[in-house]
């Protein structure tokens, strides 16, 4: 017989900010055990329920018994369960006695190669759904992924949080009523609704009558989903009330979807005489502290109102209301005096502070981070934009860091670098500089924006290669999925800011110039070794480029043999390109003769002659010794069609540059055709390897056509 199986654990509150992962690691390690189990149906259907103090799930079309199975045990092959006196070895006697029966019941038979097996077959009599379904439940919920479990009571029971009522319910069944979990046994088909608005147990006629029965009786909607989707909607019909805009949270929503089984939203108010502060951290206040959603007016400023989710419906909620109201105007009366007090001191005076900063025990402190990354963003600053914006990068660096210091931040460290701009906005400084000191930690996360002016991007970029210059100095890359100090986030910001400002320097320069600004000891340390650094940043590029939906040949064409002496902002405009032309027939053509090429210079050990695919180091061949046609045919071509392409290049019209080395293949085919490069003369056979050499490094001048075919 099937039916829909319910399972579901009333616990004490748990923790909002992990319900959903409690909840799926619990429904699907309870839907994969049965299946494993053989309990399953095609029409099975799994519906996974969480609410505060409730793991459930519901399983539609659950067998209530395994059918009868027949089992197959595959033993030792019979060449080899014979000794060369013929009798049995451990092997088949041991075989034998965990199938739990003699050598003469096992049965002989060929396994898929052919080889002559015992074997033994028996029918199994399937088990109960209750008897294996406690067991599941025993195995998974010690497996459930919790920073912390507790322990309750006078047992020795572990779970997240102290368990209060346990049901197993199969239809109308209650399922294996003498097991425990967890301290309890599913001994009634009755279940708990909301703490306050329930009047007491919620007898479940059947399993699949649950949900509907803790809605109307329990004043509990179990489903995740459906407690967000009417929370968004009350939500969103309160602000329209209020002639305001919602401050879009989808972290917050979830938390407060995770606090609360009955939702109903209010709203409250707040002195106006508070919106003088900057609303950054009245919001912050409001969402961190309190989980309030702050109203916006159309223009994008903070309203004296907000909205709060309650899980308590009520006709009377002045007193919810004004409890609220209370409770915020303390946490905004701490904020404004955060900000006077902060202000009685200027930004610039606090810098000399940052000497009593501990940094790192290995990079000294946090003023000597800031004198390095002051001195590399000058550097950047002049490289792109002069001594002007030099001077106003290397000023912005100074004081990025000095907001740390501020009482607001060490209240809500989120605000580091925005109430730097409050602060030297206060302090006279201009917009220009305020920014930057702002911007200097953007991107902080994937798809945030990027510094909105040139001192910003000097700033950030030296901000993010000082941490990662100095970790790897040190010895600390990121390691596995450890990356304690973010180094991964850093680099790739250092890429996005590259590639997405098409800034003209390259990677290579940046890591050698934040080496050369580290302190003595890591400067000569073999650990910061430049081009380990310089390929975990080209990671990120090859990352980057695959995220824009890139084709991986035509990056590694170009991002291998270019990524750290290019501007990466070149690098994007070409890795398309590149792309492009690798699908069209002429564009593989010219590939695998370019990779033919290479895999001759590979075997004769020449390809080392010639680096960075650039002709300054290569000696040219001598015309003198071709003994053919093919030869110099090839040479005239690569002569006037490799600098064509070169000249195409240098405009930086790549797809020209390109599909003008196609007219190469001809020549490079003859030549194959004609001459035997591996010459009994040394001098002739050198030279067509420099031939070859000139070919490689013209027709790899945009992109490394070799790398474009696998």
Same mark, same amino acid.
């Given at each position: 017989?099937?039916?829909?199986?319910?399972?579901?654990?009333?616990?004490?509150?748990?923790?909002?900010?992990?319900?959903?992962?409690?909840?799926?690691?619990?429904?699907?390690?309870?839907?994969?055990?049965?299946?494993?189990?053989?309990?399953?149906?095609?029409?099975?259907?799994?519906?996974?329920?969480?609410?505060?103090?409730?793991?459930?799930?519901?399983?539609?079309?659950?067998?209530?018994?395994?059918?009868?199975?027949?089992?197959?045990?595959?033993?030792?092959?019979?060449?080899?369960?014979?000794?060369?006196?013929?009798?049995?070895?451990?092997?088949?006697?041991?075989?034998? %006695?965990?199938?739990?029966?003699?050598?003469?019941?096992?049965?002989?038979?060929?396994?898929?190669?052919?080889?002559?097996?015992?074997?033994?077959?028996?029918?199994?009599?399937?088990?109960?759904?209750?008897?294996?379904?406690?067991?599941?439940?025993?195995?998974?919920?010690?497996?459930?992924?919790?920073?912390?479990?507790?322990?309750?009571?006078?047992?020795?029971?572990?779970?997240?949080?102290?368990?209060?009522?346990?049901?197993?319910?199969?239809?109308?069944?209650?399922?294996?009523?003498?097991?425990?979990?967890?301290?309890?046994?599913?001994?009634?088909?009755?279940?708990?609704?909301?703490?306050?608005?329930?009047?007491?147990?919620?007898?479940?006629?059947?399993?699949?009558?649950?949900?509907?029965?803790?809605?109307?009786?329990?004043?509990?909607?179990?489903?995740?989903?459906?407690?967000?989707?009417?929370?968004?909607?009350?939500?969103?019909?309160?602000?329209?009330?209020?002639?305001?805009?919602?401050?879009?949270?989808?972290?917050?929503?979830?938390?407060?979807?995770?606090?609360?089984?009955?939702?109903?939203?209010?709203?409250?108010?707040?002195?106006?005489?508070?919106?003088?502060?900057?609303?950054?951290?009245?919001?912050?206040?409001?969402?961190?502290?309190?989980?309030?959603?702050?109203?916006?007016?159309?223009?994008?400023?903070?309203?004296?109102?907000?909205?709060?989710?309650?899980?308590?419906?009520?006709?009377?909620?002045?007193?919810?209301?004004?409890?609220?109201? %209370?409770?915020?105007?303390?946490?905004?009366?701490?904020?404004?005096?955060?900000?006077?007090?902060?202000?009685?001191?200027?930004?610039?005076?606090?810098?000399?502070?940052?000497?009593?900063?501990?940094?790192?025990?290995?990079?000294?402190?946090?003023?000597?981070?800031?004198?390095?990354?002051?001195?590399?963003?000058?550097?950047?600053?002049?490289?792109?934009?002069?001594?002007?914006?030099?001077?106003?990068?290397?000023?912005?660096?100074?004081?990025?860091?000095?907001?740390?210091?501020?009482?607001?931040?060490?209240?809500?460290?989120?605000?580091?670098?925005?109430?730097?701009?409050?602060?030297?906005?206060?302090?006279? &400084?201009?917009?220009?500089?305020?920014?930057?000191?702002?911007?200097?930690?953007?991107?902080?996360?994937?798809?945030?924006?990027?510094?909105?002016?040139?001192?910003?991007?000097?700033?950030?970029?030296?901000?993010?290669?000082?941490?990662?210059?100095?970790?790897?100095?040190?010895?600390?890359?990121?390691?596995?999925?450890?990356?304690?100090?973010?180094?991964?986030?850093?680099?790739?910001?250092?890429?996005?800011?590259?590639?997405?400002?098409?800034?003209?320097?390259?990677?290579?320069?940046?890591?050698?110039?934040?080496?050369?600004?580290?302190?003595?000891?890591?400067?000569?340390?073999?650990?910061?070794?430049?081009?380990?650094?310089?390929?975990?940043?080209?990671?990120?590029?090859?990352?980057?480029?695959?995220?824009?939906?890139?084709?991986?040949?035509?990056?590694?064409?170009?991002?291998?043999?270019?990524?750290?002496?290019?501007?990466?902002?070149?690098?994007?405009?070409?890795?398309?390109?590149?792309?492009?032309?690798?699908?069209?027939?002429?564009?593989?053509?010219?590939?695998?003769?370019?990779?033919?090429?290479?895999?001759?210079?590979?075997?004769?050990?020449?390809?080392?002659?010639?680096?960075?695919?650039?002709?300054?180091?290569?000696? &040219?061949?001598?015309?003198?010794?071709?003994? /053919?046609?093919?030869?110099?045919?090839?040479?005239?071509?690569?002569?006037?069609?490799?600098?064509? /392409?070169?000249?195409?290049?240098?405009? %930086?019209?790549?797809?020209?540059?390109?599909?003008?080395?196609?007219?190469?293949?001809?020549?490079?085919?003859?030549?194959?055709?004609?001459? &035997?490069?591996?010459?009994?003369?040394?001098?002739?056979?050198?030279?067509?390897?420099?031939?070859?050499?000139?070919?490689?490094?013209? &027709?790899?001048?945009?992109?490394?056509?070799?790398?474009?075919?696998?």
């Amino acid at each position: 017989m099937q039916d829909t199986l319910l399972v579901e654990i009333i616990t004490e509150e748990l923790p909002p900010k992990l319900l959903q992962n409690l909840s799926n690691s619990f429904s699907e390690g309870v839907f994969n055990g049965l299946d494993k189990n053989f309990l399953l149906t095609p029409e099975s259907k799994l519906t996974a329920y969480v609410t505060p103090r409730r793991l459930a799930v519901s399983i539609t079309s659950v067998l209530d018994a395994q059918a009868e199975r027949e089992v197959e045990r595959r033993g030792p092959a019979v060449t080899a369960a014979y000794d060369v006196s013929g009798k049995e070895t451990p092997a088949l006697q041991g075989f034998a %006695r965990s199938c739990g029966v003699t050598v003469d019941d096992l049965k002989q038979e060929p396994d898929t190669k052919g080889i002559l097996c015992y074997i033994y077959k028996h029918k199994q009599p399937g088990q109960s759904l209750g008897n294996i379904l406690i067991k599941i439940l025993q195995a998974l919920l010690p497996k459930i992924p919790a920073p912390k479990m507790m322990r309750w009571g006078d047992g020795n029971e572990n779970f997240i949080r102290p368990a209060h009522n346990f049901i197993m319910l199969h239809g109308r069944n209650l399922l294996c009523e003498s097991a425990e979990l967890l301290g309890l046994k599913s001994t009634k088909s009755e279940t708990l609704g909301h703490r306050f608005l329930s009047k007491g147990r919620i007898e479940l006629p059947n399993a699949s009558e649950y949900e509907k029965a803790l809605f109307e009786s329990g004043y509990v909607i179990a489903s995740f989903e459906k407690r967000k989707k009417l929370i968004i909607e009350k939500l969103h019909n309160a602000s329209k009330k209020e002639n305001g805009n919602i401050v879009q949270d989808d972290f917050l929503l979830n938390e407060v979807t995770a606090l609360v089984e009955y939702p109903e939203v209010y709203v409250g108010k707040f002195n106006q005489a508070f919106l003088h502060i900057p609303q950054e951290c009245l919001i912050l206040s409001m969402k961190q502290h309190q989980k309030y959603f702050p109203l916006l007016d159309n223009k994008g400023n903070l309203l004296s109102r907000f909205l709060m989710v309650s899980n308590i419906k009520t006709n009377k909620s002045t007193s919810i209301i004004n409890g609220n109201e %209370r409770v915020l105007q303390a946490r905004l009366a701490d904020a404004e005096f955060f900000f006077n007090q902060d202000r009685k001191k200027t930004l610039a005076s606090r810098i000399k502070e940052l000497s009593g900063v501990v940094y790192h025990s290995k990079l000294g402190m946090l003023s000597d981070r800031v004198e390095r990354v002051s001195k590399i963003a000058q550097v950047i600053g002049l490289q792109l934009g002069g001594k002007k914006l030099a001077a106003l990068a290397g000023e912005a660096a100074l004081l990025a860091k000095a907001d740390l210091l501020t009482d607001m931040v060490g209240e809500f460290p989120e605000l580091q670098g925005i109430m730097g701009r409050y602060y030297a906005k206060h302090d006279g &400084m201009s917009d220009e500089l305020a920014f930057a000191i702002e911007d200097h930690y953007k991107p902080r996360f994937s798809g945030d924006d990027l510094p909105r002016n040139m001192g910003g991007i000097c700033v950030a970029l030296a901000d993010k290669l000082e941490i990662l210059v100095g970790m790897f100095g040190i010895g600390q890359p990121p390691s596995g999925d450890k990356d304690p100090f973010a180094l991964r986030r850093h680099a790739f910001g250092i890429v996005r800011i590259l590639v997405q400002k098409r800034l003209d320097i390259n990677l290579f320069e940046l890591i050698i110039l934040a080496q050369e600004n580290m302190p003595e000891d890591i400067r000569h340390n073999t650990k910061n070794d430049p081009a380990l650094i310089n390929n975990f940043l080209l990671d990120r590029v090859r990352r980057y480029f695959s995220d824009q939906g890139n084709d991986y040949h035509a990056i590694e064409s170009v991002v291998s043999p270019f990524g750290g002496t290019t501007p990466l902002g070149t690098l994007s405009d070409i890795v398309p390109m590149a792309a492009q032309f690798l699908s069209t027939e002429k564009g593989c053509v010219l590939a695998n003769a370019n990779k033919r090429i290479t895999n001759i210079l590979k075997k004769s050990g020449q390809e080392i002659t010639c680096t960075g695919y650039s002709l300054e180091t290569l000696n &040219m061949p001598d015309p003198s010794l071709f003994e /053919s046609d093919a030869e110099i045919n090839l040479w005239d071509a690569l002569q006037r069609i490799g600098r064509e /392409s070169e000249i195409l290049k240098s405009e %930086r019209n790549f797809a020209e540059a390109l599909n003008i080395l196609v007219k190469l293949v001809p020549p490079i085919e003859d030549f194959f055709e004609q001459v &035997m490069v591996n010459s009994e003369d040394e001098r002739i056979r050198n030279n067509r390897f420099l031939l070859l050499q000139y070919g490689r490094v013209y &027709m790899n001048q945009v992109a490394d056509l070799s790398l474009m075919v696998s």
